[in-house]
């Protein structure tokens, strides 16, 4: 009972702060752009094309794990 308490506590601690930084979060705007700054583009280079890669070997291999082990 009593660790079923403290649990409950962590939990709640847990929520009340994850809370309080979503509201620190949005406290603050951004000064609005001026008028001779271009708007700023973020190309999507090779590092989403390395995360994808390592995902899809990383899939794979679990489900090559996964039917090499139901087949013994």
Do not use: S
Request: net charge positive; with cysteine.
């Amino acid at each position: 009972m009593k660790t079923q308490k403290n649990t409950i506590k962590k939990a709640l601690l847990t929520l009340v702060c994850t809370a309080g930084m979503g509201a620190a979060v949005y406290a603050q705007l951004p000064p609005p752009p001026t008028p001779t700054t271009p708007p700023t583009q973020v190309p999507i280079d090779g590092g989403i094309l390395l995360l994808a890669a390592a995902g899809a070997a990383y899939g794979a291999r679990k489900v090559y794990k996964n039917r090499k082990d139901k087949a013994e």
